[in-house]
């Protein structure tokens, strides 16, 4: 039989592409859009991309994260694979119970609590999550808000925000506050209403059964304000 092998031109040569790996640390990290800056080998490069995706809300300041670098001389890809993890350690059950998907816990109220409070107070809608040794915690809370005000120069409106009790005792403050605040001037009448939420995550938490409560206050001291279709949401990270 004949050898037709010499018949066909061989394929071009192929480039090699070089696959290597470094290890990084988090200087910073936007956990809603995994904006980051990661120092290697005293370099801070900015916005690499992440392969892992699963673990976007876990990375923060301080971690270190396998790299991987794609490419010979001097162009090169750069890409996070994610976090290393000592097993046994509070960074490896976060990132296990990322990789099981654990559920959010939640719960909703349609009816409306009015308030006339300047100060934060309870509007009965909590629930309660055992926060994991990593001690962070990321909760979810809205409101629809709603007020009617026709007194002169008044301030109307209205804020929620959440407080944790148990293991953990944090108030609610404006600082993760969402809500509403209009200054109503001469003889305006005002009659609002719009929805309101916020995501936070705490850190820094012990470990333990924890309750949230979505609280909520009056914007202006003494004005009746109106909270209804609550929502509050927390996953143990």
């Known amino acids: 039989m004949t050898d037709l092998a010499s018949l066909f031109m061989p394929p071009p040569a192929k480039p090699s592409q070089g696959v290597s790996y470094r290890q990084g640390v988090i200087v910073d990290w936007?956990?809603?859009?995994?904006?980051?800056?990661?120092?290697?080998?005293?370099?801070?490069?900015?916005?690499?991309?992440?392969?892992?995706?699963s673990e976007a809300l876990l990375l923060q300041p301080g971690d270190v994260v396998a790299v991987l670098v794609v490419g010979d001389g001097g162009a090169k890809t750069l890409a996070i694979l994610g976090r290393l993890t000592v097993p046994g350690t509070p960074d490896a059950a976060s990132a296990l119970k990322v990789l099981e998907q654990v559920p959010m816990t939640g719960a909703s109220d349609a009816a409306t609590?009015?308030?006339?409070?300047?100060?934060?107070?309870?509007?009965?809608?909590?629930?309660?999550?055992?926060?994991?040794?990593?001690?962070?915690?990321?909760?979810?809370?809205?409101?629809?808000?709603?007020?009617?005000?026709?007194?002169?120069?008044?301030?109307?409106?209205?804020?929620?925000?959440?407080?944790?009790?148990?293991?953990?005792?944090?108030?609610?403050?404006?600082?993760?506050?969402?809500g509403f605040f209009e200054q109503v001037g001469g003889t305006t009448f005002t009659n609002a209403e719009a929805a309101a939420g916020r995501s936070h995550i705490f850190e820094g938490l012990a470990s333990g059964s924890t309750t949230i409560t979505?609280?909520?206050?009056?914007?202006?001291?003494?004005?009746?304000i109106d909270f209804k279709r609550r929502h509050v949401n927390a996953m143990a990270l």
């Open 30 to 53: 936007n956990p809603a859009t995994a904006e980051n800056q990661v120092n290697i080998g005293g370099v801070t490069m900015d916005n690499l991309p992440v392969l892992n995706t």
């Open 113 to 178: 609590f009015t308030t006339t409070s300047g100060s934060y107070v309870s509007t009965g809608l909590a629930i309660t999550v055992n926060v994991s040794d990593s001690g962070r915690l990321m909760v979810t809370y809205s409101a629809e808000i709603g007020w009617v005000d026709s007194t002169t120069d008044a301030a109307s409106g209205g804020f929620i925000a959440v407080a944790l009790s148990g293991a953990n005792s944090v108030a609610a403050s404006d600082d993760i506050r969402s």
């Open 214 to 224: 979505l609280m909520a206050r009056s914007a202006g001291s003494g004005k009746s």
